[in-house]
């Protein structure tokens, strides 16, 4: 293999070239409210896939948008020249819904820039991503020196149920020797990092019913239990007086290199003055490397519009983060197992799972991750990146190591600690996504680089 790579000035030149043209094509997806969750017109999430599809088109790859029973996702590819290997570059261009409209600054899908931040649902989470990836080719042009194979899936945010089938559908054409997936976050703005774990996830309702029917809270109550009350009485059983989990059978593990300062995590977070942290440890042990349970949501009458009577069944959605090293199967059994055994006053209990996704554990270790690492080093001025956890969940990550166990898995992203992803004002740093993007065509260049010295040996 002899391939022509581009040098470090003349990426830097490319990607500040292409920017302009990069931050306007990335303000068109965002004004495509493309939610693949129930209720939405799914019509704007094909509507996002064509354009992310014409985007490709423009660099050159022959692209195709593809299903397998849900929403639609895209696959363009360009063959390696001789000898080099191929680059999986992953994104979603689905977003999540945008929530109570009076909590945003500006209109959600009408990008705006303030403060050196671009606002919009998608803009960080992961419209940003997409855009990364073509960033980067653009930069090259014709003087790719590595094949590529965009994979920009469209539910992502909704769980990705249909993501298993697709690969195994498509196994031959995406095949890959590294794999980018440019849906985390950076330690810091002025810090890059590489995520090196991700807990895993199960969602699940917990229904409780006491009575057949409503009934008379005066005449009945003091005696009679109401489901409501019940069931605030069972999630509560969920943590200890500490506030760390409860459930008996969850994994929970250690060995956090960094931790949060506290003040920059009670901004990040938003967290009302007076309001403490819950669970015991590093804070990034608790957030990384340890269970976590929400309540995310709760059926039962609205406040305005509740009668004077005993609400006979109440719900619950609880979202369970599992540390890594557990299983998403054993999670789910092991909660069931304590809200059965935990249900007060002999309540009716039913556990209903949602979806589930399993934590991992990347060794990131060897050829490919030294080649991002120095990457990301020379694309933020001599900052060297952290290996960080995040404690959300990427569950496909699992998946695509299974289908591909060969090739190294680079969980790079757009988002800064300040970035919302799925809150209100969800915004993206501009000149971290310029940094993002140089890093991008940096690490495609040192990937050929690598080959070309382990052909050489």
């Known amino acids: 293999m002899t391939t022509t790579i581009r040098s470090e000035s003349e990426l830097r030149a490319a990607i500040e070239r292409e920017l302009p043209g ?47 029973g849900g929403q639609p996702a895209v696959i363009g590819r360009r063959p390696a020249p001789p000898g080099a290997p191929t680059v999986m570059l992953y994104a979603h261009h689905d977003v999540q819904p945008v929530g109570d409209l009076s909590l945003w600054q500006s209109d959600p899908f009408e990008p705006v820039e303030r403060d050196g931040r671009l606002y919009g649902r998608g803009a960080a989470d992961d419209k940003a991503g997409v855009m990364a990836h073509i960033a980067a080719l653009r930069a090259f042009g014709d003087a790719l020196p590595v094949g590529v194979v965009l994979f920009i899936e ?27 997936i440019a849906d985390s976050m950076n330690w810091d703005i002025g810090v890059p990092a590489l995520t090196t774990s991700l807990r895993g996830v199960v969602n699940c309702f917990v229904e409780v019913r006491t009575l057949s029917q409503a009934v008379h809270s005066g005449m009945f109550g003091g005696a009679v239990p109401d489901a409501l009350t019940t ?34 995590l009670r901004t990040e977070a938003g967290m009302l003055d007076g309001v ?134 680079l969980v790079t992203g757009v988002e800064d600690p300040y970035a919302r992803a799925h809150g209100p004002n969800e915004s993206l740093n501009l000149g971290e996504f310029a940094r993002v993007c140089l890093a991008e065509a940096l690490l495609l260049a040192k990937v050929a680089e690598v080959a070309e010295t382990v052909a050489a040996d």
């Open 231 to 264: 069931l605030c009485r069972l999630l509560a059983t969920l943590h200890d007086d500490a506030g760390d989990v409860a459930v008996e059978g969850l994994v929970s593990t250690g060995g956090a290199t960094v931790d949060y300062p506290e003040d920059r």
């Open 276 to 409: 403490s942290f819950i669970g015991t440890g590093r804070l990034t042990e608790r957030i990384w490397t340890k269970p976590a349970i929400s309540v995310i949501g709760l059926d039962a009458p609205a406040t305005g519009e509740a009668p004077n009577a005993l609400v006979p069944t109440a719900k619950a959605k609880l979202s369970v983060r599992l540390a890594p090293g557990d299983e998403a199967a054993k999670a789910y059994a092991a909660l069931t197992e304590h809200l059965r055994r935990n249900a007060p006053f002999g309540a009716s209990v039913t556990v209903t799972l949602e979806h589930d996704g399993e934590p991992c554990v990347i060794d990131a270790t060897g050829p490919m991750y030294d080649a991002a690492r120095a990457a990301f080093q020379t694309a933020w001025d001599g900052v060297a990146p952290v290996d960080i956890g995040v404690g959300g969940s990427i569950p496909f990550i699992d998946t695509f190591r299974q289908m591909f166990p060969k090739a190294a898995i």
């Open 22 to 68: 990069v931050r306007a094509d990335l303000e068109r997806l965002v004004r495509i409210p493309g939610i693949a969750f129930d209720g939405f017109d799914h019509s704007q999430v094909e509507r996002s896939a064509e354009a992310v599809a014409e985007l490709l088109r423009g660099c050159s790859l022959d692209v195709r948008v593809v299903r397998s």
């Open 154 to 180: 469209g539910e992502e945010e909704y769980g990705s149920d249909s993501l298993e089938r697709l690969l195994k559908e498509h196994r031959e054409e995406i095949a890959a020797d590294v794999i980018v």
